[in-house]
């Protein structure tokens, strides 16, 4: 697959119905969808991983929704892992510091209280993919959650950083008010700025994704690395890790399912 092959690839794929949503609030972004763990094709629950909580990406947006991935929480639920696929308020749509971060908490407390007994391990496993792992990597640094471990796949890791590059036409600008207090605000909610409270971290970030540079997670795992454990993955580009079938999504499941190593690569 050519990295440029890879958003349609992941779009292309079918969206795949949750066993049941729940909601953590009145909105109607904030909801979680559910998926079993399986195992043999059967339907049978057989739960033989951690319960992992999923966080999309789309540069906080409300044009870009939880369906792409519903296909990667089919797959991790076939692998045995309870999942909860949450949705959250984005721009555009009731979305925006803070309320988009105030979602993330409280969609973590809601997948913990519906799905944890359906959980071989104790606690969450955190993950995001892009915009979504910025927002595991700011949820990695508030104490008193139940995650345990957060895995952050092209996240955008340095807030500042991506403010400067201007990435997708001004994002964070978008997300954070373009006001004044922006540097403060910027500071707040900028992970690079904000160590894991004791909690392990893992990114995956391919060296020729075009849409969140590499450097961003370099950056961060420069700034932690006592707790982050950095895998680059050669040749892959945005959207191939999150891709059921690829090479880098077999190492995404691996993370998920094996304990924190911290090292960096």
Known sequence: MTVAGEEPALLGLAPVAPDRTVA????????????????GGGGRADARGPL?????????????DRRHLSPLAAELAGQGMPVALAEYRRVGAGGGAPQTFEDV????????????????DPGVVLAGHSA??????????????????VLAVAPVADLARAHELGLSDGAVA????????????????????????????T???????PEVPVELSRRYAARHPGTTELR????VGHYAPVTPGSPSCHTLIGCLSR????RST
């Open 105 to 120: 908490t409280a969609a973590v407390g809601a997948a913990h209280a519906a799905l944890a007994r359906t959980a071989a």
């Open 24 to 39: 953590y609030g009145p909105h109607p972004d904030q909801i979680v969808d559910v998926y079993a763990p399986r195992a």
């Open 203 to 209: 990114i995956l970030h391919g060296t020729e994704d």
């Open 232 to 235: 680059e993955l050669p040749g």
């Open 259 to 262: 304990p924190h190593r911290p």
């Open 52 to 64: 992992v909580v999923l966080l999309h990406g789309g540069f906080w947006r409300a044009a870009y």
């Open 174 to 201: 978008e997300l954070l008010g373009d006001a004044p207090g922006l540097a403060e605000r910027l500071a707040a909610a900028d992970p690079v700025r904000h160590p894991p409270a004791g909690i392990p971290v």
């Open 132 to 149: 979504g792992g910025h927002l595991a990597l700011l949820a990695a640094a508030r104490p008193g959650t139940p995650v345990t471990r």
